[in-house]
């Protein structure tokens, strides 16, 4: 893997496979991730990129049976986050996450944004409020969302929903943020929202973002990486892999011709 | 497609006569067979509003005899002495005692049961543990009361010196643990059914699997918890064997577990056993009886109905 970019690595998966039993779902994956930048996934339905995601917050140990093989190397620390030594909710704890759909909890709109700081031990009413007012505006819903803070997160539209999700994960300062397909539940106008916000917050966090739609790789993202039947086919600065792909594999992806 | 066309097309009317006469004899069996269904459902209403007649004229009779301010305010329940008394209050302290007693213990452990199953259990153990979990629902309930009368209690008390043979505490602590398999199993399904998607959200906010279970999964069931709650609650104040058999029979009118008393339930068993003439007021007070036992369910499953569409989640 070449190196594209001067800007410094926020993690690095290092032949990096994955087992579902006893089903190969990534094949020796290599790939950068750099810091406060976005970088897109893309490929076909069931190429690996979402078992290649759910890598990073070690999703997979929640089920039985998953086995990684590799490295993931996440920085400044190089601790490597998928070492039978590493504590998976430690690894949570600095990788946030948000879903294909979102899943606010039963709780109220603040509450939720509160969690992840309850979880970690946080009680002080101040600073959960302070907190809390400020992921709602790193996810721009504070405007819409300030004045029913009582209110059942589920009485909230789908996008708002997603919005909020997203100040849930900001509201614990993750140092990488992952998104599942987060807008593909969502109308035209809610995506826009979502998009737009992902670009706002890479000033603050690193992402990694799968997505069906290209369009929005090519909006959002500063590199992206193509994925096919669990390899990773290509990989490099978006503007290059949409314009100029190296592989015929990812052409053919892009050019509607496959997929 | 050829077949609209050609019903279309006068030169084929044989064709459409066929088809129209075999509708009509697929109409007739569907007519026959949605009569034979009705039929099975109006049995089932039609038993219900029965029962419900019965116990509400035969009440009416006693409530010509009794006040019902009487009937609510006494406390005495002597119906079969000369100085006769119909205080309802003496029966309902016991049932509500006794039914107290078996959610005390039954709320909790069917909760932590259900927690455990659905959050902790791997499929292996959860495979083994539920059904056998639900046999212990099939027990039949006279075993049961003769455990409380026979084991629970000579137990209770070489822990609790003064209890008396019969006790609402021995009973009550035996109808919870067989209560247990209804809460724990319509509780387990309830978290179960939470979607993952609620779970991983959670973890992937660095919660560990309890307090998981506490703060989603438990929030996001709750009406399905609550419905098992209130199935409990109705199983417990209709309970009648192991009260009857581990209570005693006397009434009492009592808040302390540590006593014997008879409920609702063991009263009517007690009368119905007896031999009092049909019409006489003795026989009457089993209907007026059964009338507050089944209000007193209906309430709670008002109630229950209420808490779910309250609680209801849309996940």
């Known amino acids: ?259 | 497609m050829n077949h609209a066309m050609s019903a279309n097309n006068t030169s084929d009317l044989h064709v459409v006569s066929d088809r129209l006469s075999r509708n009509a004899m697929r109409n007739i069996s569907e007519r026959v067979i949605e009569a034979l269904l009705f039929a099975a459902a109006a049995v089932s209403v039609l038993t219900t509003i029965g029962i419900v007649y019965v116990l509400v004229s035969e009440s009416v009779q006693f409530f010509q005899h009794v006040s019902i301010i009487d009937f609510l305010t006494d406390t005495q329940w002597t119906p079969l002495f000369d100085d006769a008394h119909f205080g309802i209050m003496v029966l309902i302290s016991g049932t509500l005692v006794s039914s107290l007693v078996a959610l005390i213990v039954a709320i909790p452990m069917g909760t932590i049961i259900a927690i455990y199953l659905s959050e902790f259990a791997g499929s292996k153990v959860r495979e083994v543990a539920k059904p056998i979990l639900e046999l212990l629902g099939g027990i039949p309930t006279i075993v049961f009361g003769y455990f409380a009368l026979l084991m629970v209690t000579p137990l209770l008390q070489k822990i609790l010196p003064g209890l008396p043979g019969f006790s609402l505490l021995s009973a009550g602590l035996v109808m919870g643990i067989m209560i247990v398999p209804y809460i724990a199993s319509l509780s387990e399904d309830a978290m179960r059914a939470v979607p993952m998607s609620l779970r991983e959200g959670s973890y992937a906010m660095g919660s560990t699997r309890l307090y998981t279970a506490i703060h989603v999964v438990v929030p996001a069931a709750f009406s399905g918890l609550a419905a098992s709650y209130i199935l409990a609650i109705s199983r417990a104040v209709g309970e009648t064997m192991i009260l009857a058999v581990a209570a005693g029979m006397q009434p009492n009118l009592t808040a302390n577990p540590m006593e014997p008393a008879a409920t609702i339930t063991s009263f009517i068993v007690q009368v119905a056993l007896g031999d009092l003439p049909h019409g006489s007021i003795g026989y009457q007070t089993i209907f007026a009886a059964g009338l507050t036992l089944i209000m007193i369910t209906l309430m709670f499953n008002i109630l229950g109905q209420w808490l779910r569409r309250r609680f209801r989640e849309n996940y």
């Open chain 1, 1 to 259: 893997m070449q190196i594209h970019d001067k800007s410094p690595l926020k993690a690095e998966a290092r032949n990096l496979s994955f087992y579902y039993g006893e089903a190969k779902a990534l094949k020796n994956i290599n790939m950068p991730i750099y810091d406060k930048k976005v970088t897109a996934l893309i490929g076909p339905s069931g190429c690996g990129k979402s078992t290649y995601l759910r890598s990073f917050n070690r999703m997979h140990d929640l089920y039985p049976g998953n086995r990684y093989e590799g490295e993931i190397r996440f920085f400044p620390d190089n601790t490597n986050l998928l070492s039978p030594e590493v504590d998976p909710i430690e690894v949570r704890m600095r990788v946030g996450m948000v879903f294909q759909k979102p899943n606010p909890f039963p709780k109220s709109i603040y509450e939720n944004v509160a969690y992840g700081l309850r979880v970690r031990g946080e009680n002080n009413k101040r600073v959960l409020d302070d907190k809390v007012e400020h992921a709602l505006r790193g996810a721009a819903i504070w405007d819409e969302a300030k004045d029913r803070l009582n209110e059942l997160a589920s009485n909230l539209s789908g996008g708002q929903q997603q919005r909020l999700c997203i100040a849930r994960a900001l509201a614990t300062d993750p140092e990488l943020l992952l998104f599942d397909e987060p807008t593909s539940a969502l109308d035209p106008i809610a995506t826009g929202a979502i998009e737009e916000l992902v670009h706002e917050l890479k000033k603050r966090v690193t992402i990694l973002i799968v997505t069906h739609n290209m369009q929005q790789a090519a909006r959002v993202s500063d590199y992206t990486a193509y994925m096919y039947l669990g390899e990773m086919i290509e990989f490099g600065k978006t503007d290059e892999i949409f314009i100029k792909p190296q592989d015929k594999r990812t052409e053919d992806y892009i050019t509607g011709r496959m997929g």
